[in-house]
């Protein structure tokens, strides 16, 4: 396995546990902790949140099928969509985002564009 097909899977995984915090744990502690929210504020937003959630798997299934298939432009559309999503909710919602997002996508893109 390459080290760009790692990132990438780790980067799928990472949206997974995303879908998680959104969907499932918005209003428990790790999820009011990871995105810094109280109670009330988690409370009104968590219908959008669940679909934050959907949408981060959907880019985690699509890593994952461009890793099954062995597929490199599948795998660089789901990257383009994450890091493009990562720049806009950096200047959007919270700077740590182009970190957390950002960051990993553009480095597995080239890895892939290196043949590593």
Do not use: D
């Not at 546990?17 to 790790?30: C, D, G, H, K, N």
């Not at 999820?31 to 219908?47: D, E, I, S």
């Amino acid at each position: 396995m390459s080290l760009a097909s790692i990132l990438v899977a780790l980067i799928a995984l990472l949206h997974l546990y995303i879908l998680i915090l959104e969907m499932f744990l918005w209003e428990r502690p790790a999820g009011l902790r990871a995105f810094g929210n109280t109670p009330q504020k988690a409370a009104l937003t968590k219908v959008l949140a669940a679909n934050q959630g959907l949408y981060n798997g959907f880019l985690a299934a699509g890593l994952v099928w461009g890793l099954w298939l062995g597929n490199e432009g599948t795998q660089i559309f789901f990257l383009l969509c994450i890091a493009i999503a990562g720049i806009y909710g950096g200047l959007t919602a919270a700077r740590k985002i182009l970190l957390i997002q950002t960051v990993p996508a553009c480095l597995a893109l080239a890895l892939l564009a290196l043949g590593l």
